[in-house]
């Protein structure tokens, strides 16, 4: 009966009716419900309406498990406004506070393309009008029920402005049914459409190089048919301070963007690519490039820039010069201070030559370093910068060499030419003076190789992807650097006034000069454990003992006064004494020495050895990863460790933070680690990357002079 | 490039008018008239230590501060001897925030300020010269004049006045640092609030 279907009976005809209306209830039901979107909620301010806000969402049926969008709708009064995820010079961005049922789960607000607003005051700032989807990801349990509904609630909290500023919040909230298969919804085409206009997080589809000139970085953009429009919007971090972005067109197509902050800094370029406003996530960084078109697996957000080739051959000089500053380099200077004083008082021309000598030494070490790496390209060997340090058995060579100058200088021995008689001892000490001269050019030179400093990092890297014929003015040009000062202490001879004089002290000072050297020889021995342990140290210092006594034989024996028989012995004496102990102690001893593995981590920084297979499950899960490329013999290395990285305060951010800190120890020869090396176009170290947890595609890579404050900073950067 | 080379130009006279502070430098100098008639300068309060609140009493972020009591509480913590606190409202005549000596008299009792007094910056010229773009915006000045905190009031950006007894008062920590002849930790941070309207 119509009027009171609760009491109808199943054998009633008014039952059917019922059930036929029930039928058409349920379809109503369901009709509105997929129909209409949950109510909205409005901020009236003074009896107008500012914002509405309502959440809108992409499914009409959510399957458990499966992650759909949610969109919070704001629609705002003409003239007034609400903020971007980085607001600007002023305002707060929009927040939602979720309250989701058990097992729930909701991601950041993605954020559609702003617009920014110049205020009066130069004040500006980014934001929305007129009407904005804000996009969630919400991820449901896989233990839901279809069959079910869920209510998503939370509270959503802005600031609308117009010329003044009125806060607003409003409790939104959607019920959505659970099936067991997804339903796409009619709001999803507006979720979608809201989607084109979020970020994205790959390589914008044109070249954008970054450089820094003075405190801006500055990109250009070579447009491409059809690229419009260019804009950039800051992300800064923190309390990272920044400009407002200028895009300025040059002319010829290109537009350049410019912003005065400093590296790296997050933001988003948007640009109108036919016809559609699209943007893409980048870190404005200057660096080593490698363009769009070229790299397909480009791990850079924005391809930064290459130098241009006279800025690269000048870094290259004053790395070259900076080259003698080096804690490797230091102790040799005083060999070549010891040279330039015995030449002091000598006829000027000799002089120069001397100088010209010892730079001819740099040359000839540089110039044929960048001979064999040129082969080396040539031959498709993977090839890296300092890779001879990698070899054990050189270091012990240097090691020997090193020793035995550290001997002569003592007085054990004294170098003399054979044959050469003592009346023509100028030209003895001419002769002795050129091919010393030049033999010490070489050997500041080779000492120098594991001391990237910061000039070179950029200079080398930029050389490395070069033809052959840059990579050989490259190394002339450091090599000029580091000849630079000796060439003119020697030219203006004048100015070696102001060395001292020569005299008794000199003996005393050449004496003295030895323990620079044995202190080099230290350090050669601490590499020599890393890469051979105790034992190495062991059979290195037993040889050298051997070296030694030999050195004394000759020294002692040989004499300019003593008989060819005697000179014969002792030579005899000697080379037996150095080549047995070479045999014993390196053929059967330093050669089976092994370092031990797995080095306790001192610092309490839970370091994990790299792999780049351990590297890519860890990026795979999102986390944040933190890669310090390191080396044993690589003292700008150590000092950074010691200096900015093993400090309390980064090891607690790093813990706070779950960034999973990887040591890829490049002390021993790694194909691994030099690929990944080369990957971002570094061929040598140090060398330190952060990955924030889950942009594995935006990688921030940090200067080789670290401090503390670089290092928190970035790790900040990565949450 | 020309066209670059004059851009550049340009951007570096327009980034010459707004010219921003510098920690460690001495604070720009100024003359203004405060709400009784007054004329003040900044030189006028050497060998004090000086702090300098943008204000707008419109705009809800330094609503969050009065309305609850705490900008009073903390301007009356601060206010001695040796500290100067001094309120500067750099709107424009017809804009939010812009009140006649008058009603600011009125406005000032009322709310009861403890400030050591509410400065009238209408054409903009000092706020131009600190490059105040929020109200609250803070400054902090040591006796010798060099400006040793500039920024954000507290570390919490929002309205909610709630948050202020969990937040970090940088003015209250420079204060506390300098005073006891510290060096100010954090000298420089993001200021948050309603843009200053000029």
């Known amino acids: 009966m119509p009027g009171n279907p609760t009491f109808c009976y199943s054998a009633d005809p008014c039952y059917r009716r019922l059930m036929s209306k029930s039928w058409l209830a349920i379809l109503a039901v369901t009709i509105i419900l997929c129909g209409t979107p949950s109510a909205s909620v409005a901020q009236v301010v003074d009896g107008k309406t500012l914002v509405q806000a309502e959440l809108i969402s992409s499914a009409s049926a959510i399957a458990p498990g499966e992650t759909f969008y949610v969109g919070l709708k704001l629609t705002m009064a003409p003239g007034w406004h609400t903020y971007w995820e980085y607001s600007g010079d002023a305002g707060i961005p929009t927040k939602i506070k979720w309250d989701l049922p058990p097992g729930f789960g909701a991601g950041p607000i993605e954020w559609p393309i702003p617009k920014a607003k110049l205020e009066p005051g130069d004040i500006e700032v980014y934001g929305y009008s007129g009407e904005v989807v804000l996009l969630i990801a919400i991820q449901p349990p896989a233990d839901l029920t279809p069959g079910t509904e869920v209510t998503l609630r939370g509270v959503a909290s802005w600031l609308v402005c117009e010329e003044i500023c009125i806060p607003g919040s409003a409790k939104v909230e959607i019920t959505l049914p659970v099936a067991a298969t997804a339903v796409a919804s009619a709001a999803g085409k507006i979720i979608a459409d809201w989607q084109t206009r979020v970020p994205s997080a790959e390589p914008p589809p044109y070249n954008v190089t970054w450089s820094k000139s003075g405190d801006s970085l500055t990109a250009r953009v070579r447009s491409v048919a059809g690229v419009e429009n260019v804009r950039f919007f800051p992300l800064p971090s923190g309390n990272q301070s920044v400009g407002h972005p200028r895009v300025s067109g040059s002319g010829d197509g290109a537009s350049t963007i410019s912003v005065t902050a400093a590296s790296p800094l997050r933001g988003v370029i948007a640009a109108v690519v036919n016809g559609q406003d699209r943007s893409w996530l980048v870190v404005a960084e200057p660096g080593i490039a490698e363009t769009a078109e070229t790299s397909s697996d480009a791990s850079l957000g924005v391809i930064a820039t290459l130098p241009p080739l006279w800025q690269a051959l000048l870094f290259g000089f004053l790395g070259g010069i900076i080259l003698n500053l080096m804690p490797c380099v230091l102790p040799v200077i005083s060999l070549k201070v010891f040279g330039f004083i015995r030449q002091a008082g000598d006829d000027p021309r000799q002089i120069f030559l001397h100088g010209l000598a010892f730079s001819s030494g740099i040359f000839f070490w540089f110039l044929g370093l960048g001979a064999v790496i040129v082969a080396l390209k040539a031959s498709g060997t993977e090839v890296t910068w300092a890779f001879q340090f990698q070899n054990p058995m050189f270091i012990l060579v240097i090691a020997a060499v090193v020793f035995v100058f550290a001997l002569n200088l003592c007085g054990v021995f004294e170098l003399t030419l054979p044959g050469k008689a003592v009346g023509t001892m100028s030209d003895l000490s001419g002769k002795e003076g050129f091919s010393g001269s030049f033999f010490q050019g070489v050997f500041a030179t080779l000492l120098a190789t594991p001391c990237t400093g910061p000039f070179l990092g950029t200079a080398l890297g930029f050389a490395f992807s070069q033809p052959g014929g840059v990579v050989m003015a490259m190394f002339g040009s450091i090599a000029l650097g580091m000849a630079s000062p000796y060439l003119l202490l020697s030219a203006r001879p004048g100015w070696m006034k102001f060395l001292p004089k020569p005299g008794a002290w000199m003996e005393k000072l050449k004496q003295f000069m030895a323990f620079p050297l044995f202190a080099t020889l230290l350090w050669l021995l601490s590499i020599l454990g890393g890469q051979k342990g105790i034992d190495g140290i062991l059979w290195t210092a037993a040889f050298l003992l051997s070296l030694g006594l030999a050195v004394w034989i000759y020294g002692a024996f040989c004499g300019p006064l003593s008989s060819v028989r005697t000179r014969v012995l002792a030579i005899a004496c000697a080379l037996g004494v150095a080549l047995g102990g070479g045999w014993f102690f390196i053929g059967s001893g330093f050669l089976t020495a092994t370092a031990q593995s797995g080095a306790v981590s001192k610092d309490g920084i839970p370091w994990q050895p790299f792999s780049q297979a351990l590297v890519d499950e860890l990026l795979a899960e999102g986390k944040p990863v933190f890669i310090d490329f390191t080396a044993d013999w690589c003292i700008t290395c150590k000092f950074n460790e010691r200096t900015a990285i093993n400090t309390p305060a980064v090891r607690a951010l790093i813990a706070e933070l779950g960034v999973v800190p990887i040591k890829a120890d490049w002390t021993n020869s790694n194909p691994e680690i030099t690929a990944a090396l080369k990957a971002f176009g570094r061929v040598g170290v140090p060398f330190y990357v952060i990955y924030p947890a889950g942009r594995a595609n935006e990688p921030i890579t940090l200067p080789e002079l670290l401090t503390e404050s670089i290092v928190i900073e970035a790790l900040k950067m990565s949450r | ?198």
């Open chain 2, 1 to 198: 490039m020309k066209l670059h080379h004059v851009a550049t130009a340009l951007l570096f006279t327009a980034t010459m008018a707004i010219a921003s502070p510098e920690i460690g430098k001495p604070a720009p100098a100024f003359t203004l008239t405060d709400s009784n008639g007054k004329s003040h300068s900044l030189s006028d309060f050497k060998g004090k230590f000086v702090v300098l609140e943008w204000v707008n009493f419109g705009c809800p972020f330094v609503k969050k501060f009065y309305d609850s009591g705490e900008m009073q509480k903390l301007q009356a913590a601060h206010t001695g001897k040796d500290v100067v606190w001094l309120s500067i409202c750099s709107s424009a005549e017809g804009k939010q925030g812009h009140h006649t000596p008058a009603e600011l008299q009125a406005k000032l009792e009322s709310i009861g300020y403890k400030g050591t007094g509410y400065l009238i910056d209408a054409d903009g010229t000092v706020g131009k010269s600190y490059n105040a773009r929020t109200t609250p915006e803070m400054f902090v000045i040591n006796p010798e004049g060099v400006l040793i905190y500039k920024g954000a009031i507290d570390d919490k950006p929002s309205t909610d006045s709630a948050d202020i007894a969990s937040a970090r008062n940088f003015v209250a920590a420079a204060l506390g640092e300098a005073t006891s002849g510290q060096a100010v930790t954090t000298a420089e941070t993001k200021p948050y609030g309603c843009s200053v309207k000029y």
